[in-house]
């Protein structure tokens, strides 16, 4: 048990974070769920209380055979996030183990790789729609001039059609991987780091291979690291929408390319804020089933050698 001499030390270091947490996403979480009970349009004071109507109307909207294209839209344009979340989660670990062997110029590639996660994710848009646009683009202009004019795409096309997805997606999900993967990196460097050199040194001994002592010794002891992230991907795959929101430079479409779009729609076009926060209020809880799932599914027992 602290003491209140102890707590007296604390709490002056504890309360101006926790009160920005509290004003910054406690009370606007809150508030929302408070919102998702009325009819409200968002511009004026007047509320009208509907109780559970709001959340009704979404269960009627998803459970309508009619609107039944528009959940399979959702979900096929979402597979995506799990694909490229991935390969992102993968590609990171990838990064950290070379790394962590310290190779030549390993300290410039450990910023490069990271330098990404510096910038703000409009920035990040801004900067790939301006290189990727098709008209004046850095890329399709390189492409140009040297004769390649076939492979000058329409990069952040929603119509052009690509194997499994559109091809605006698959510039989405190397965006997303690229900007990503430095974070990643980092917290699997971290854990790597914290490996005992023993154990790795006792394995190349005994004559195992650099994968092997990766696969059986490392992998293992970072694994709270990774199921960590992987959690942590969960939730982002369920809330991902600023990256293509700016990318693709349009207003959001009831039958739009993520979930978070659909709350878009709502709450601006149709300037409905009482549905819109009961949409957001129903990805909550479906982020909370899958994340604690998710959690539960990776759960095993620390590896100690």
Do not use: C
Not at 100 to 122: I, S
């Amino acid at each position: 048990m602290l003491r209140r001499e102890q707590w007296k030390l604390i709490i002056p270091f504890l309360a101006p974070g926790l009160l920005i947490y509290t004003v910054f996403s406690v009370y606007p979480s809150l508030r929302g769920i408070y919102i998702s009970f009325f009819r409200w349009s968002g511009l004026t004071s007047n509320m009208t209380f509907i109780g559970m109507d709001n959340f009704a109307r979404l269960w009627r909207e998803l459970s309508d055979p009619a609107d039944f294209y528009n959940v399979r839209l959702y979900l096929s344009h979402n597979a995506f996030l799990v694909i490229f979340s991935l390969a992102t989660v993968f590609l990171g670990l990838v990064a950290a183990a070379l790394i962590a062997e310290k190779p030549r110029g390993y300290k410039a590639f450990r910023v490069t790789f990271f330098f990404p996660n510096v910038l703000a994710l409009p920035a990040i848009a801004v900067l790939w729609s301006m290189t990727l646009n098709p008209s004046f683009g850095l890329v399709n202009n390189a492409l140009r001039s040297v004769g390649l004019e076939q492979f000058a795409l329409p990069w952040l096309s929603l119509q052009y059609e690509m194997p499994f997805f559109k091809l605006g997606l698959y510039t989405v999900g190397f965006i997303g991987i690229w900007g990503g993967i430095g974070w990643f990196m980092i917290l699997f460097l971290a854990a790597i780091q914290n490996v005992p050199a023993e154990y790795t040194e006792a394995a190349t001994v005994d004559g195992a291979s650099k994968l092997r002592i990766f696969w059986v010794i490392t992998l293992p002891l970072i694994w709270e690291t990774l199921r960590t992230v992987l959690v942590f991907v969960t939730i982002g795959m369920l809330s991902g929408f600023a990256l293509p929101y700016v990318l693709f430079e349009r207003m959001p479409q009831k039958h739009a390319d993520l979930i978070l779009s659909y709350y878009y729609f709502v709450a601006f076009r149709e300037r409905n804020w009482g549905y819109a926060a009961a949409i957001v209020v129903g990805i909550f809880v479906v982020t909370f089933i899958a994340s604690a799932l998710a959690y539960r599914f990776l759960d095993r027992d620390s590896v100690q050698y």
